[in-house]
């Protein structure tokens, strides 16, 4: 599916490509860029290659399958035979929390798990389109798409911090015909900051999209509508093992620390009401 919502995308991965390019401009070569790249590329691919299993291991997830819960997997598998993918491994994880997540380096490698909590407010028609929510970030190839912004990032946020060393080191003297200590400073200062909020601002986007397929994969806006509303609403209920964390956030429907997010700039997820909106507006 290309729309809008991919060129917004494509339009900030390269954005973020552009402040990486004028900090490269900044090192005076590719020696320094080329680094920070490398040294970037190497841990995201890590992170990305070994997705599922982390994160899944810091939830302390569980495999569930056919004759554990046989309607939940009934349901993923006839999304997936739908969407023409392979079914994902399927996950509970013992939370207060009502959430879910997709996670996985590709379709052949991916996992989704819904919480005991999820499992528990939403009916059958909600669960069905929080699923098709999940596999459609494995369809969008959302965590490839992630990784390679975070890479973008962490790079940006390197090749600032070796010109800052440079600058401290007294080592830039030479370019002070080309570039005023004062706009490689302010440069410095606010790439990295630019970089986090277009990277935040592509995880928003994908939400949309994911939005968008999951409820023309399952037919039911309304039941995804009805579903983010519920979550959103349902405080954490006491017990289970798990609990959310800040480093993962991004892959939940929900944001788990919205009560903490005072500006949306700053936030991983669109604002609930704006995601309820186009929803209803689909089933229109």
């Known amino acids: 599916m290309f729309n809008s919502l991919n060129l917004r995308t494509i339009i900030f991965l ?12 900044m090192l005076g070569g590719t020696a320094g860029l ?15 290659y070994y997705s599922d299993r982390i ?5 302390k997830a569980t495999q569930v399958s056919a004759d554990s819960h046989p309607e939940l997997v009934q349901m993923v598998e006839e999304l997936c035979d739908k969407a023409h993918i392979p079914c994902p491994k399927i996950y509970i994880i013992n939370s207060g ?13 991916a996992s989704i798990a819904f919480t005991t909590t999820i ?5 059958a028609d909600e ?16 965590i490839l798409i992630g990784t390679l912004a975070a890479t973008l990032a962490v790079a940006i946020s390197y090749a600032a911090d070796m010109i800052r060393w440079s600058m401290f080191w007294g080592r830039r003297r030479d370019d002070r015909n080309n570039h005023s200590w004062l706009t490689i400073f302010l440069t410095v200062f606010f790439a990295p900051i630019i970089a986090s909020l277009i990277q935040l601002a592509i995880s928003r986007s994908r939400e949309f999209l994911a939005d968008e397929s999951g409820a023309h994969l399952s037919h039911t806006p309304l039941a995804l509508a009805s579903a983010l509303e519920k979550i959103s609403g349902t405080p954490a209920m006491e017990g289970g093992d798990s609990y959310a964390k800040t480093s993962t956030a991004h892959l ?33």
């Open 55 to 59: 994160v899944l291991s810091m939830y």
């Open 97 to 109: 929390n009502a959430n879910a997540f997709a996670t996985g380096r590709n379709p052949e490698h």
């Open 14 to 25: 390269c954005a973020l490509y552009g402040v990486l390019a004028a900090l490269g401009t």
């Open 252 to 284: 939940f429907i929900n944001n788990p620390f919205k009560g903490s997010t005072v500006i949306k700039l700053f936030s991983t997820h669109p604002p609930l009401e704006e995601r309820v909106k186009r929803l209803r507006d689909m089933a229109h």
């Open 119 to 123: 499992m528990k407010i939403l009916d």
């Open 127 to 142: 669960l069905r389109a929080v699923a098709a929510h999940e596999l459609s970030h494995v369809i969008n190839r959302d």
């Open 34 to 48: 080329t680094s920070a790249l490398i040294i970037s590329a190497v841990f995201n691919f890590i992170s990305y």
